[in-house]
């Protein structure tokens, strides 16, 4: 569907942000998240840091990560 499309995507979106910089908290993540305009599960225009850490969770359990 396209909604999963979009969770894809924004798994890959902050998986590579989390890449590029990984010395970047969670809000941090969040952030540039929100500046590339990748919504959140919920909707809106700002993650929380749980929305961040869940998604980042399933980017490792997807393999576009390595696990901590």
């Known amino acids: ?3 999963a499309r979009g969770r894809d995507a924004v798994l890959r979106v902050a998986a590579g942000v989390l890449r590029e910089s990984p010395g970047l908290t969670l809000r941090q ?3 540039r998240l929100a500046a ?3 919504h959140p599960p919920r909707g ?3 993650w929380s840091v749980s929305s961040v ?3 980042l969770k399933r980017a ?3 393999g576009l990560l390595e696990r901590e």
Do not use: E, K, Q
């Open 53 to 55: 850490a869940a998604t």
């Open 60 to 62: 490792r359990r997807d």
């Open 36 to 38: 590339l305009r990748c």
């Open 1 to 3: 569907t396209a909604r």
């Open 44 to 46: 809106g225009v700002h």
């Open 29 to 31: 993540v969040g952030d």
